[in-house]
Each structure stands twice: as structure tokens, then as C-alpha cells.
């Protein structure tokens, strides 16, 4: 009798080890980083740009992660036009989903629909009464390439190139002309759980 209570008892706690061996397995898929912009320019026209886009996804398998991701974008742009001085000043707020395929350790394609609200002010220097103020919406498709480390469960390096595949108007990703500007991200991300 107590080999039979034994055994039973065996059977049930290497079920329990096992289940929570998946459930481990299941919460080392999730992640969490994200990727920072930081970019200037000089001359007449001037501009700088710093920014954040923090990101939770998961590995759905060993090929493809999908997530939520958010975007905080400061902007400031001053340019001539005419005899005046033109400062314009951007905070674009943005959430969007993300998905990855990865081709190999190293490369991926990213493809990133987003809704952005782009608050902004622009003054003028030679009339002090001047100042425009508004908030917009714009969405956008980011897709692009990338680069990096990845290994589903440990921490991985990325630097991505991503465009705007949309030609919305008041896309935060468009030249004020509608060209493509090209966005470069570089970041990283952590995968949840314990280290073995």
C-alpha cells in the first residue's frame, strides 16, 4: 500500500513540476524595451528631435513576435521663410501593434500600423503676436528592416529602418513636402522570467 500511495505521489508531483515548467516556458515569450530617437540638423533650417518608443510583445514562435508599442516624440524645427523665423515646436503621442519575422538570428522585417496625435505651436520672430496652435491626428504604416540579436528568452540589440508606406498629410514620418524620411531606431528588449 505505501508503494502504491508512493507512486501515485510521484505521479502527481512530477505533473505539477512539469506544468510549471510550461507556464515558465510560456511567461519567457513575453518581452518588454523598446528603441530611443535622438536626430539634429544644422544650417538655416534647424532641427532636433528626441524621442522614446517603449514596447511589450510576445514570441509567438521561433520566427515571430507581435506587441503594443507607444511613441513619445519631442520635436523642434526653426526655418526662414522670407524675412521671418519660423519656430515650430511638435510632442506627438502615439500607440501602435507591431509585428516581426525574423530571417535567422540577425535580420527581420518589421511592420508597424500606428495612430499618432501630433500637438503643436509654431511662432514667427519678426511678429510677436503671431502663434499657431493645434492638435492633429494622423495614422501611419511603418515597415522596414532590421538588424540585431535575438535569441526568445534572453536580452537582444536591434537597429531598425522604417518608412511610412501611408501619404497621409500630417504624418509625423513625412517631410512637410510628403517625401519619405526615413526612421532609424535603435533599441533593445528583455525577456521576462527567471535565467536558468
Known amino acids: 500500500m505505501k508503494k502504491i500511495i508512493g507512486f501515485l505521489l510521484m505521479i502527481l508531483l512530477s505533473h505539477t513540476v512539469i506544468a510549471q515548467e510550461e507556464q515558465e516556458t510560456e511567461f ?36 515571430f513576435d507581435a506587441g503594443i508599442c507607444f511613441n513619445t516624440i519631442y520635436s523642434s524645427l526653426r526655418y526662414n521663410e522670407g524675412w521671418s523665423e519660423i519656430k515650430q515646436n511638435t510632442f506627438n503621442f502615439g500607440i501602435g501593434l507591431f509585428t516581426r519575422l525574423h530571417l535567422g538570428q540577425q535580420f527581420f522585417i518589421q511592420l508597424q500600423p500606428e495612430l499618432n496625435t501630433i500637438n503643436y505651436k509654431i511662432t514667427d520672430s519678426q511678429n510677436p503676436n503671431f502663434t499657431n496652435e493645434g492638435k492633429l491626428n494622423s495614422t501611419s504604416l511603418l515597415a522596414g528592416i532590421g538588424y540585431g540579436t535575438r535569441i526568445v528568452g534572453q536580452t537582444n540589440f536591434f537597429t531598425v529602418i522604417l518608412v511610412d508606406l501611408r501619404r497621409e498629410l500630417y504624418s509625423p514620418y513625412r517631410s512637410q513636402n510628403g517625401d519619405i524620411v526615413p526612421v532609424i531606431r535603435g533599441g533593445f528588449n528583455f525577456y521576462f522570467g527567471k535565467k536558468r
Open 28 to 63: 519567457k515569450r513575453w518581452f518588454a524595451g523598446g528603441s530611443i530617437v535622438l536626430g539634429f540638423a544644422g544650417g538655416t533650417n534647424s532641427q532636433f528631435t528626441i524621442g522614446a518608443n517603449p514596447e511589450i510583445g510576445y514570441s509567438l514562435s521561433k520566427n
